[in-house]
């Protein structure tokens, strides 16, 4: 089955710029969705079909892909940043939705 | 302004049968867009897709669940519900649902805040 593969954490300091990779095989083929998840709460969307942003995310969330990795990039990153972001493709050679195992980011 | 609320029972004995419910508030389920799906989350753990249904009552689900998970929708109510059947411990889980926009391709645009469900022995 398909998979893909995030890093279980990222770190970086206020200000600067986050990088949050998933891989996946082929993934430049699929549109890869991401979400954003803070404690307690459900999931928010941030990106859509790659390098969509639903209304009232701020333009610093943006997606982008390269090769065999999607990446969520947030520039001048705040404490309120800190969550957990997971990517999500619809494999369509199965048929299913897939979820990536989620980054945590820490904001130092 | 969407509105998604799961309802049903927080405690689910070992291997009977989960059931829960979605209503869907201040939108119409009966739309070519949407698909409408559940998703669940164990304890600090991950997402887990569980399946997407269209209004017209046509299913898509993850291998793993295939032959326990059933999911089913009512336009009259506004709803759709998930069954799982012969439940364990390891189906204990926070269970959202959520809409799919633009059809299944398409990324989860609203969320419930989540049933916990918990199986019990």
């Known amino acids: 089955s398909y998979v893909l593969t995030q890093p279980p954490s990222v770190s970086v300091a206020p200000g600067e710029t986050a990088t949050i990779p998933c891989g996946g095989d082929n993934i430049g083929s699929k549109s890869v969705h991401w979400y954003q998840q803070k404690p307690g709460q459900a999931p928010v969307l941030l990106i859509y079909y790659d390098t969509d942003r639903p209304s009232g995310i701020p333009e610093r969330f943006s997606g982008s892909k390269s090769g065999n990795t999607a990446t969520l990039t947030i520039g001048r990153v705040e404490a309120g940043d800190e969550a957990v972001y997971f990517c999500h493709v619809w494999d369509r050679s199965s048929d299913h939705v897939v979820f990536g195992g989620g980054t945590e980011l820490t904001v130092l | 302004q969407l509105h998604l609320q799961e309802s049903g029972p927080g405690l689910v004995k070992s291997s009977e049968t989960l059931s829960l419910t979605c209503t869907v508030s201040?939108?119409?389920?009966?739309?070519?867009?949407?698909?409408w799906g559940w998703i669940r989350q164990a304890p600090g753990k991950g997402l887990e897709w569980i399946g997407s249904i269209y209004f017209s009552g046509s299913t898509y689900y993850t291998p793993s669940l295939y032959s326990r998970a059933a999911i089913s929708v009512d336009t009259s109510k506004n709803q759709f519900s998930l069954t799982l059947s012969s439940v364990t411990a390891a189906d204990s889980a926070l269970y959202y649902c959520?809409?799919?926009?633009?059809?299944?391709?398409?990324?989860?645009?609203?969320w419930g805040q989540g049933s916990l469900v918990t199986v019990s022995s």
């Open positions: 959520a809409r799919q926009y633009e059809v299944i391709q398409g990324a989860f645009d609203y």
């Open positions: 201040g939108g119409s389920m009966i739309s070519t867009t949407y698909y």
